[in-house]
């Protein structure tokens, strides 16, 4: 039987396999303007906008999807052939597939072919929020102190053309001068990212672009703008030709980028939303006055876990999450790691069991269908590791607990850069210090401590004789004796602890 293509006027015979918006998509207005419109966005900000505006009353949430990097034209080009439209398939744990057409995002634009257009909707009066996931590397701050980096050439780009700006931190600056030469209101800034206090660290970064390229903004900012912290929360692997094909198979739907995601899925804001804000709550969403202690949760646990899996599951040669997870020494390595090094730094977290959670992520992790792949994973682990395992490792330092594991899987990752492992399987390294971390892995073939002077990532670490020497301990039994005899070696003096 053919397929039908997936957009507007193929819904009707769609909705006979799978479930189609059932809401007037047309009507909707435009209340949010969403940078980064990959796969995360779509299995979870969007999901729950979607779910929400099934509510018939809910007219004023739709969202503008924006491509920002030239790399993003095929998603762009992707939601504008399909009106917006794409499917999202939940894997659930029995390995069922549950399919639905998501209609939540009603504009899509790209940025590099029109800046002016995504500037003047981001100053649209009608949207109320502007939300970003451009991954933790976007928010362009240095992690030894914390600075806006002004060295990215981006950046001085932006200062230079701010009509046609490149970066994120140009188009709000624009933006955001146009509301208040309009005597606008302001809006939500609202990070959908996976950074301990992404709403401080979103405010803190435009704050310090908006000071040298437009200094007279930064009051407007400061009281006509919000920005809440928020944890964000749902796997979603690349999706593969093989999704594409099953969705066709099995559905009849030619959707040329689906949305794979695991069943699981959880979303914790701050309330703080200044031009009001969708009631999110509504689909399961849960809004609270403090979010950090579920962000350090989440991020030290989830994140770190899988930095984990990742990286020695490299190591091991497997090339998927559930793979790694189930492997029983790594797996002991995960329990331990968990228990011992990050529990103790996460203090008291009101209504949630911790055991439960940890549980629960064990669960997720092995979850056979999802195949999440370690090379997405480990990519862009420079700025993934300073954020999901060095604080932990710094709190661990100061009140002397364990940092053995975290440091081992440091190690792993100074082997890791060097881009094969000792199978001789090549390792794929896709991120942006890919050139520093090559060479600093390749030195430390002969000095382990060489990978520890990337100061961007591991700030002062490399002058911690405690950390120094467990790294280096951890790096030449992995060189010498292997990386499985290794994992079972670090594993063989403590308990299998959660
Ligand atoms: C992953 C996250 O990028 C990563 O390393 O840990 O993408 C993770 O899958 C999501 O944060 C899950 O919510």
Same mark, same amino acid.
């Given at each position: 039987m053919a397929s039908f293509k997936l957009n507007n006027q193929n819904l009707s015979q769609i909705a006979a396999k799978v479930l189609v918006?059932?809401?007037?998509?047309?009507?909707?207005?435009?209340?949010i303007v969403h940078v980064g419109i990959g796969g995360f966005h779509r299995s979870h900000q969007a999901y729950y906008t979607d779910q929400l505006l099934h509510?018939?009353?809910?007219?004023?949430w739709g969202i503008c999807g924006v491509a920002?990097?030239?790399?993003?034209a095929k998603i762009y080009n992707t939601l504008k052939e399909q009106d917006g439209l794409y499917t999202l398939i939940v894997k659930e744990l029995d390995g069922s597939l549950t399919k639905s057409v998501i209609g939540s995002i009603v504009e899509y634009l790209f940025a590099p072919e029109d800046p002016k257009k995504v500037i003047e909707k981001m100053a649209s009066?009608?949207?109320k929020i502007i939300s970003l996931?451009?991954?933790?590397?976007?928010?362009?701050?240095?992690?030894?102190?914390?600075a806006f980096n002004f060295g990215n050439t981006l950046i001085q780009q932006d200062l230079d053309n701010?009509?046609?700006?490149?970066?994120i931190f140009g188009y709000l600056t624009q933006a955001l001068k146009l509301r208040k030469e309009r005597s606008l209101k302001g809006c939500t800034i609202q990070s959908c990212d996976n950074i301990q206090g992404n709403g401080h660290v979103a405010k803190k970064m435009l704050l310090s672009y908006v000071r040298v390229?437009?200094?007279?903004l930064v009051a407007w900012i400061e009281a006509n703008v919000s920005f809440p912290n928020a944890m964000v929360d749902r796997i979603t692997p690349a999706t593969s030709a093989l999704d594409i094909e099953i969705l066709k198979e099995s559905s009849d739907i030619d959707d040329a980028w689906p949305v794979v995601c695991e069943p699981f899925k959880q979303w914790v804001i701050e309330d703080d939303f200044i031009e009001g804000r969708p009631a999110w709550e509504t689909v399961g969403a849960q809004f609270v006055e403090d979010v950090v202690p579920y962000e350090k949760m989440k991020l030290r646990l989830l994140n770190a876990g899988h930095s984990v899996l990742g990286i020695l599951g490299a190591l091991y040669g497997f090339s998927t999450i559930d793979e790694a997870a189930s492997n029983a020494d790594i797996s002991s390595f995960l329990r331990i790691y968990m228990g011992n090094e990050v529990t103790p730094t996460l203090g008291g977290l009101e209504g949630v069991n911790l055991k439960n959670y940890k549980f629960s992520l064990i669960q997720r992790f092995g979850n056979?269908? =999802? %195949? $999440?792949?370690i090379d997405r994973i480990c990519s862009q682990s420079s700025a993934k590791i300073p954020i999901f395992i060095l604080p932990v490792v710094y709190e661990q330092l100061e009140k002397k607990g364990s940092i053995d594991y975290a440091a081992f899987v440091i190690a792993a990752f100074a082997i890791y850069s060097v881009g094969v492992n000792e199978f001789g399987t090549q390792l794929i =390294? %896709? $991120?942006?210090?890919e050139i520093v971390l090559n060479e600093k892995a390749i030195l430390s073939r002969?000095?382990?401590?060489a990978f520890l002077e990337i100061e961007s990532i591991f700030?002062?670490?490399?002058?911690?004789e405690t950390f120094v020497e467990a790294y280096i301990k951890a790096y030449q039994n992995i060189v010498q004796n292997g990386i499985e005899k290794s994992v079972k070696d670090i594993n063989s003096n403590v308990l299998n602890e959660i």
């Open positions: 918006p059932q809401y007037n998509r047309s009507i909707l207005k435009t209340g509510d018939e009353t809910t007219k004023d920002l990097l030239d790399f993003d009066p009608e949207v996931t451009i991954t933790e590397g976007g928010y362009n701050y240095d992690e030894a102190t914390g701010p009509q046609a700006p490149k970066t390229a437009e200094p007279g056979t269908y =999802i %195949k $999440d792949q =390294i %896709k $991120d942006a210090m002969k000095n382990p401590e700030g002062k670490l490399k002058s911690n």
